[in-house]
């Protein structure tokens, strides 16, 4: 067996961007979106440790629900769950090799982040109209500045899985199994998202 | 078995039909390789090659280079500085280029002096050394150590190199705002920051495109040791410095993002008016400030540290990495105690998440979590004195190659002991108490980081230019450069302690001279430490000559070294050529078979060293020339 020319073959190519490595069980891409993930832990958990400390030294605190849109956001909560749901069936149809479910249930999620980001939009303009900013209380500082950072999050989701759908949808034809992996690593993606509004929805609308 | 002619290359023994075959091999590589480097060149254009490349050895030089930049500037916003605190009010025609609304007739004013101070500690920490330490040196080493053909994402890392320039270029751009710099210390403690001149809105924007851009790259360095390691590359048999690096990289991943949340929070405090920093009835300059209150100030210091300690570490293991890697060359013995080292790094890497709050024991935050951090301080001592000690036995009973990168490494250690030692009496609270916020600080800091980390920077770049050009740079202008340097730099930072210990405060204008304990001590000290300075500024000009003439050589294609010129056991010396080649790295992909630092082992005969990739033993088969029945199964597989 010719083991130098085999792996001259190799050389150029970076390996296990597909396939995963056998001692590590990962492909590239996964290990490196969960690592990315671990820094957002670290953002947001930044962020809520900041919530807490002010939170616990105001004399007084106001009640989310008081003012803001609780339906909408219990809607929206929904929506975002639904669309952890339609990205994983995305992934199992690619990974069944059927392409146009594929497609189907990624416009569906896209569809979903796209929703959320309107009735966002729509949370917002009301507090405008109402007078309320981001520098009239604490509250709404935090609150703006979490939402806020937790919808340009969305947006890159929406932006990710835009591409894929259209232009990037192409590789399905040269490079199935990497097409299913980008799926999978910005499906990852989009669960944490998911899950970061599942904290931020009851402590901001709901305590 | 039939008896197979053995012939000897190198330093190897061959079986003549294996040696053939191998040759025949290396004949094809060439001319592929020839033929790639032929159409590569043709189809990708000058700004896809050098600077937008998805190379990491090239992305490494350009960091390199970007960072060397940054470190030459902030240096000379240190000698500005240095001036004034030498000669207070004094006019200097130098001052002059820094404009009339800063320093008019060539007299530095306070405001100034608070925007120099600023940006040379920002400059020096976030562009110069940790992209030299991190981008450089692990972007251009740590995919050769590991026998990887690339990074395991190119794009990202090409994509963090361009986040990394645009940030220090927003820093640097605040110098022609009318205001000016910011001006709040590298720490920019709120509310100070929060209410400062515009050029803190630039300093936070610098910052989010630099935690960005670290952000990438450590994503990019974890998963490229994890996943691309060669074949018998294990994690016991990784070069220190890529334990090191891995180590960073996790350290960059997990702290940077507090600072990015906290940089986010600051910058909607001074853009959107909101008041997560600023407490309730603030009054600025006898008006009451319109907000609504009730923000925390110490909240900024605890997400900034909870950062800035672990980015310490990030300044100083890579700093460990390469002196282990130079020491284990030029002692030509193995690391004493790899493992404990690695040990110790890893626990370096735990505990620098625990300790941030040692710098705010004077917050009055409670006697209880004082005790708390000063207690993880003492213990994260512990590792890092294991590494120094193991570094230092390792010099025991060596014939040392006193080359000029060794010279750096060496000086190193003693220089890090300082700054580390006297780091201690800051860790215990009582002792804190006193020395915080004085020279002494400073004293302490630049010793781990100008005198340590820097040497270990130049004993890289020293060491690795001939990896990175063909060339090694002269040994004699080395030597004049290191003890230059060597001298100056204990001039310009050992008065400090002094200084600090008769409580001299930190960021004082005129260096103290006008507080009555601080005069006598200031008046005597900060002349000669900022001629010592100047000095430093000397001696780096043979340095830059010896660089760029050597670089120009290069450039020109004159090598004036072999492919190993330190007989180095590491594989991105022994696998593959000095430069290497452009994408791909490797003729071949290594396979590895030993430890890092196979120096005078068992395995070497008639050399001293033998590589990680080396196939067959140095030794001469006994019984006649024959291998061994169990090696020739184990290459037939």
Known sequence: MDAHAEAHEHVLEIPYTVHPRPDTGLYNAKLGIWLFLASEVMLFGALFSSFILIRTAAPVWPRGWEFLNVPLATANTFILIASSVTVVLAWANLRLGNLKWGRIFIALTLVCALAFLVNKGFEYTHEFKEHRFPSTSNFLAIYFTMTGLHGLHVLGGVIVFSYLLLPGAKMWKTDRARYTNRIEVCGLYWHFVDLVWIFLFPSLYLM | ?637
């Open chain 2, 1 to 637: 078995m039939a008896q197979r002619k053995q012939l000897r290359v190198g330093n190897q023994w061959l079986y003549a039909d294996d040696a053939e075959r191998l040759l025949r091999d290396a004949i094809r590589i060439r001319d592929q390789e020839e033929q790639r480097h032929r159409i590569e060149g043709h189809v990708q254009p000058w700004w896809k090659r050098y600077v937008f490349s998805t190379d990491h050895k090239w992305i490494g030089l350009q960091y390199g280079f970007t960072a060397l930049c940054f470190l030459l500037f902030g240096f000379c916003l240190m000698i500005l500085m240095r001036l004034q605190l030498g000669w207070p009010g004094h006019a200097f025609s130098l001052m002059k280029i820094l404009g009339e609304n800063r320093a008019p007739g060539g007299v530095l004013l306070p405001e100034a002096y608070n925007q120099l101070g600023a940006m040379h500690g920002t400059i020096m920490v976030f562009l110069a050394i940790v992209p030299l330490a991190v981008g450089a040196f692990g972007n251009y080493v740590v995919p050769l150590q590991i026998g990887a053909p690339d990074m395991a994402f190119p794009k990202l890392n090409m994509i963090s190199y361009w986040c990394y320039l645009p940030g220090g270029l927003v820093m640097l751009s605040s110098f022609a705002l009318k205001d000016g710099t910011a001006n709040s210390g590298w720490t920019s403690y709120a509310p100070l920051s929060v209410i400062a001149t515009k050029g803190q809105t630039f300093w936070l924007f610098g910052m989010v495109l630099l935690i960005t851009s670290s952000l990438l790259g450590s994503v990019n360095f974890i998963v490229t040791i994890i996943q691309l390691r060669a074949k018998g590359m294990t994690f016991m048999r990784l070069p220190f410095f890529v334990w090191a690096q891995l180590v960073t990289g996790f350290l960059l991943l997990l702290a940077f993002p507090p600072l990015e949340a906290a940089a986010v929070l600051q910058l909607m405090d001074r853009v959107a008016g909101t008041s997560f920093f600023l407490p309730s009835g603030l009054v600025i300059s006898g008006q009451q400030l319109h907000n609504a209150g009730g923000g925390n100030p110490l909240l900024w210091q605890h997400l900034f540290w909870f950062l800035a300690h672990p980015e310490v570490y990030v300044l100083i293991l890579p700093a460990m990495g390469i002196v282990a890697e130079v020491i284990a060359n030029n002692t030509r013995k193995p690391l004493w105690g790899y493992r404990s080292m690695v040990g110790s790094v890893i626990f370096i890497g735990f505990m620098s998440f625990v300790v941030w709050a040692h710098h705010m024991f004077l917050t009055g935050m409670g006697t209880l979590i004082s005790a708390f951090f000063q207690t993880t301080t003492m213990i994260i001592s512990v590792p890092s004195v294991i590494i120094l000690t193991a570094l230092f036995i390792s010099l025991y009973g060596a014939s040392i190659r006193f080359t000029t990168p060794m010279l750096f490494a060496l000086a190193f250690l003693p220089m890090f002991g300082i700054g580390g030692l006297t780091g201690l009496p800051l860790g215990l609270v009582t002792a804190d108490l006193h020395l915080h916020d004085t020279y002494y600080v400073i004293g302490h800091f630049h010793y781990v980081v100008a005198p340590g980390t820097i040497f270990a920077m130049f004993a890289g770049i020293y060491y690795w230019f001939p990896k990175a050009t063909g060339r090694k740079l002269n040994d004699f202008w080395g030597r004049v450069h290191f003890w230059g340097s060597f001298l100056c730099i204990n001039g310009v930072f050992m008065p400090m302690f002094a200084q600090g210990l008769a409580g001299v405060s930190r960021r004082l204008y005129d260096g103290g001279i006008q507080y009555a304990h601080a005069k006598a001590i200031a008046e005597q000290t900060n002349p000669f430490m900022s001629i010592s300075a100047i000095g430093l500024l000397v001696f780096q000009v043979p340095f830059i000559f010896n660089f760029f003439a050597n670089v120009l050589a290069a450039m020109r294609g004159k090598k004036n070294v072999d492919d190993n010129p330190w007989q180095a056991t590491t594989i991105e010396w022994a696998a593959t050529t000095s430069p290497p080649l452009g994408h791909g790295n490797f003729a071949v992909l290594p396979v590895v078979h030993r430890g890092p630092y196979e120096y005078n082992c068992p395995e070497c005969t008639t050399t001293d060293f033998v590589p990680q990739h080396a196939e067959i033993a140095a030794v001469p088969p006994p019984g006649g020339g024959m291998l061994p029945e169990a090696a020739v199964a184990q290459r037939e597989m």
